[in-house]
């Protein structure tokens, strides 16, 4: 069965420090993997999404993403975070056969501090 | 904005009661997804529709219910209300619903069962 673990809960960095979100998966088929964001009292908002091809995916805001299937990881990364990235980070996964159902990993709260 | 509407915004209610949460995909969308977030459980799928059909399905409880309409919107029953219902719904929408789709979030409906 599909599960999303994301490593870390609380994330605190300072401003233009980079980050790295942690996110594994795992599942028996391939999958598609993708992160949201959600900002306070807002809706998700996609960041970037691996579907094939080069393991090395980049977004919007700056972010980017690698997708490790050996390690069965796609963490999420950013060189230089601005303070108003401060968000709820969620890594969600896919697969062909299950329709569009998504299934999220628990959150990563990323604070950026000045 | 992602085009995905939802009302009411928020919904307070009692045990035992019953609401309906009312959806609105993006223009074009056929493709309609239910979940709900809450602080102990996270964000869970619920169930999918494509075109007016059911097309997956998660942990949905039997109290609850939902169906698309002709004109695409798309509504969420939840009846017997407990305690533990109270959480944030949120409804999203997909072009075509299959696994590799975007899904632009709405800015959910948030429940509390007193």
């Known amino acids: 069965a599909q599960s999303v673990t994301q490593l870390d809960s609380q994330v605190p960095v300072f401003e233009e420090a980079p980050v790295e979100l942690r996110c594994n998966y795992s599942?028996?088929?391939?999958?598609?993997l993708f992160w949201y964001v959600q900002y306070p009292n807002q809706g998700l908002q996609l960041l970037l999404k691996y579907l094939s091809g080069s393991t090395l995916v980049k977004g919007i805001n700056g972010f980017e993403a690698e997708f490790n299937k050996s390690q069965t990881s796609f963490h999420l990364r950013k060189p230089s975070v601005h303070i108003s990235d401060t968000a709820e980070y969620f890594c969600a996964v896919s697969e062909d056969n299950q329709g569009g159902k998504l299934i999220f990993g628990q959150g990563t709260e990323l604070s950026v501090k000045p | 904005d992602s085009g995905v509407t939802q009302t009411p915004k928020h919904l307070i209610t009692a045990t035992g009661q019953r609401v309906t949460l009312r959806c609105s995909p993006r223009?074009?969308?056929?493709?309609v997804y239910w979940y709900q977030q809450s602080l102990d459980q996270g964000l869970q799928f619920l169930i999918q529709?494509?075109?007016?059909?059911?097309?997956a399905k998660g942990n949905i409880l039997e109290r609850f219910s939902a169906q698309q309409f002709p004109d695409l919107h798309s509504e969420l029953n939840l009846s017997s209300l407990e305690l533990g219902d109270s959480a944030l719904y949120f409804c999203a929408s997909s072009e075509r619903g299959g696994a590799q789709d975007e899904q632009f979030f709405g800015p959910g409906t948030r429940l509390t069962v007193l």
């Open positions: 599942s028996s088929v391939s999958v598609y």
């Open positions: 223009s074009g969308d056929l493709s």
């Open positions: 529709y494509y075109n007016g059909e059911e097309r």
